[in-house]
């Protein structure tokens, strides 16, 4: 690609802004389109007096030296705020009680979060032989390797707190590839875990840091923006046609390009035909992948409303306990300056693929049920005194069991669109530094030509 070339990005999502980030850091000729008034797409903080509450994600694992290059090209490092040391601790509800996750092999060996029997059975892990199903759900390992319980009270949660979906909904290898490889390089997570933490001390892999920015989360791709020559914001992209002179993008009001290239940093499920003429059936396979709904409250108390510490970093809820929130975030002890002194914030998640009709309830009928779960999970008193619901029809992308399809699917619109790019969350990873990370090999390969 030459200086003179010019590239489209649809969609100011972090991937979309990564990816243009570092074709002004190339020089290369890019313009940002993006439907909101403001970038980052799913990553959005909103302050309100001395509130400050996040409607996406809360906070990002890095842990990638590439990532916080990245971060420190932008300018976002200067604002970068750490967990605080307090919120390691993390919560599971267990026969209606929260219990803390063990955080070391003696407190695992002590903690009656699992029985015994369910510790002996993770200990059987190194000896059970890996599997020859090469997609195979993350509810089929877990249950493989490390035994029912840990499957219901360990795995179940966490995939809700990650992609609020169940473990059965998901593929080990797409959604987690990290355990897949564990098991099928070493044969054994707990041989696997200990071989990679040797090798990552080895190859000088920064520490690992749960980090937000002093603004919240939407300071970073304010924080990317803010670099940008080139964005259009309020500027939503109707439809993309290639003609013979390159690509050319309709708006409601005018036609931009031609450009060389388009990078497509929309959600899935904005695809119509209408929008990017592809085949039918490619069509139909895209629009397969499930976007489960998914509820957020951000919720304020005074701090002797609750009788629970909230000395950690939150809670997750095991399908088996039936409840109606999938868990919380103490997001005010997570990091300082999100509540008024003297109050908690909490951030409730609730739907999410394990109850989708759940999610979808309007806030008069669902903040009840939220703030009843929580009188008896946290021991909670009286109505909030600051309220925030956000409601996500579609939260985030469920990597299914099958997803290599819709992977060539991508690959086949690609080669037959030369100069089309897709990326986002959809694609090699759902975290903001996944994003991140396919932004800037992204923007190589469109770079590459
Ligand atoms: C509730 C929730 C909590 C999460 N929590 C975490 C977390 O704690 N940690 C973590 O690492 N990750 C978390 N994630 C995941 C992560 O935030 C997302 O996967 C990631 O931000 C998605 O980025 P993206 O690049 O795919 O773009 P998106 O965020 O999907 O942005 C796409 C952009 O395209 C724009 N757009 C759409 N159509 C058009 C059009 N036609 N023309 C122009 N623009 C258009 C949209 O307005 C949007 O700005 C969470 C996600 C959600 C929803």
């Known amino acids: 690609m030459t200086n003179n070339s010019s590239i489209a990005v649809i969609g100011g999502g972090i991937t979309g802004l990564t990816a243009a980030h570092k074709f002004q850091k190339m020089g290369l000729h890019y313009e940002v389109f993006e439907k909101n008034s403001l970038p980052g797409g799913a990553i959005k903080t909103v302050k309100s007096g001395l ?13 990638d030296k590439i990532v916080k290059k990245f971060l420190e090209e932008t300018g976002a490092i200067g604002e970068k705020v750490t967990a605080n040391k307090n919120a390691e601790k993390r919560y599971i509800l267990k026969n209606g009680r929260l219990e ?79 355990m897949h490889n564990l098991e099928q390089e070493y044969g054994s997570l707990i041989w696997g875990s200990l071989a990679g933490a040797k090798k990552r001390k080895e190859s000088g892999r920064i520490t690992r840091e749960l980090i937000s920015f002093s603004g919240g989360i939407g300071q970073l791709p304010t924080a990317i923006a803010s670099t940008l020559d080139n964005i259009h914001l309020n500027t939503e992209i ?81 399908e088996k306990e039936k409840r109606s929130i999938l868990g919380a975030l103490f997001s005010s002890t997570l990091f300082d300056k999100r509540a008024p002194a003297g109050h908690h914030l909490l951030t409730v998640f609730v739907g999410g693929g394990r109850q989708p009709k759940l999610a979808t309830l309007e806030t008069e009928k669902l903040l009840p049920i939220v703030l009843d779960e929580l009188t008896d ?49 959809y694609r090699h990873g759902i975290s903001v530094p996944d994003c991140i990370l396919n932004g800037l090999k992204l923007a190589d390969r469109v770079a590459e030509g």
């Open 51 to 63: 509130w400050q509450v996040e409607y996406g994600p809360n906070t990002m694992l890095l842990k």
């Open 100 to 178: 803390a996750l063990p955080g070391s092999a003696t407190e695992a060996l002590k903690t009656s979060l699992f029985s015994l029997k369910g510790k002996l059975r993770v200990l059987a892990e190194p000896f059970i032989s890996k599997s020859n199903n090469p997609d195979q759900t993350v509810a089929e390992f877990a249950e493989r390797r490390l035994g029912e319980e840990i499957l219901d009270y360990a795995i179940n949660p966490f995939v809700a707190g990650i992609f609020a979906n169940s473990p059965d909904a998901l593929s080990l290898r797409h959604a987690f590839p990290i």
């Open 238 to 318: 109707l439809s993309i046609e290639k003609k013979l002179d390159g690509w050319h993008l309709f708006s409601n009001k005018k036609q931009y390009g031609p450009f060389n290239s388009v990078v497509l940093n929309t959600p899935l499920y904005k695809w119509n035909t209408d929008f990017l003429s592809i085949e039918k059936e490619q069509m139909e396979k895209i629009q397969s992948v499930y976007y489960p709904p998914l509820s957020v409250f951000c919720l304020g108390f005074r701090k002797d409303q609750v009788s629970h510490p909230l000395d950690g970093f939150g809670f997750l809820v095991p």
């Open 377 to 425: 999970i946290i021991g909670l008193d009286g109505e909030p005194v600051f309220r925030d619901h956000i409601f996500w029809p579609k939260s985030i992308p469920a990597y299914h069991v099958g997803y290599d399809e819709i992977l060539q699917v991508f690959n086949a619109i690609e080669d037959q669109n030369p100069g089309l790019y897709l990326a986002g969350n």
